[in-house]
């Protein structure tokens, strides 16, 4: 019988790092249950019961086999009925550019039907070592992220995440792709190559338009004061909104009001 090698070459890539920091099997409720500020990002998997995680304000259930995700910055709590999970504490830029290939992000942070990565996790966590630990807890970690290779966001999906983020948004003159990037867990490159593929137009130039269109109706609905309708449609500066307004609708704002009187 003849066999052929099964040859696959990993491509080059930019240096990054990537530091576990502690690998934990957590039962208790009281610990649990108490509100902490993550310090580093966190991946969970559940052992056994259901509940929920609380991330900030937004909640979570979580049940036997689930994969979860926690980002640095975050307060968190868990409240369950003899919920019992892994977790593994991770930092470094690698871990950032995990999030950004498969697509994690506070949006989309649970993955279920990870049961079958118990037996693996309690093997591993069971025989770690002080002089072991960082390449255990290091190698449950990336073997967790190959697991996600089906699981990737299309690129559709993440235009559709910036483009309902903005629209939500926009008012708020902080709103850009670093602090969306930010939000969602995202490297800012990445949205920004993605969202430009999929809809023929850079972010800034999307956001400045649904601000536009936004004054736009404010005057045609009776709000006169150019100041308030920049303040209302994200704009900081009044005097920058009525350039940009004038360069985009032909007309000052001011003369837009006295035509929709």
Wanted: with cysteine; glycine share 8%; aromatic share 14%.
């Amino acid at each position: 019988m003849i066999v052929k090698n099964l040859c696959k070459f990993i491509p080059d890539g930019a240096k990054s790092e990537l530091k576990t920091v502690n690998f934990i099997f957590e039962t208790d409720f009281a610990i649990q249950s108490r509100e902490i500020s993550l310090k580093n990002h966190m991946i969970f998997l559940i052992k056994s019961g259901d509940g929920n995680f609380y991330f900030d304000r937004s909640s979570l259930s979580v049940g036997t086999g689930d994969l979860v995700f926690g980002f640095s910055g975050e307060k968190f709590k868990a409240v369950g009925e003899n919920l019992q999970y892994y977790y593994i504490g991770f930092k470094g830029s690698r871990g950032d550019e995990l999030f950004a290939r498969f697509g994690v992000n506070a949006l989309n942070r649970k993955f279920t039907g990870f049961e079958g990565m118990l037996p693996f996790w309690q093997e591993n966590i069971l025989r770690a070592t002080d002089q072991n630990i960082d390449l255990v807890s290091e190698s449950v970690l990336m073997y967790a992220f190959s697991r996600l290779n089906n699981i990737t966001v299309p690129l559709d999906d993440v235009a559709f995440l910036l483009t309902r983020f903005a629209e939500e948004n926009f008012s708020d003159p902080r709103l850009s792709l670093q602090t969306v990037a930010e939000e969602l867990g995202y490297n800012a490159k990445y949205l920004s190559t993605c969202f430009k593929k999929r809809m023929n137009i850079g972010f800034s130039e999307y956001v400045k338009t649904l601000r536009i269109n936004n004054a736009i109706f404010l005057m045609e609905h009776g709000v006169e004061s150019v100041k308030n309708v920049a303040f209302l449609s994200g704009f900081q500066d009044p005097l920058y909104f009525s350039k940009v307004f004038r360069d985009t609708v032909g007309v000052p704002p001011t003369e837009y009001v006295k035509r929709n009187k």
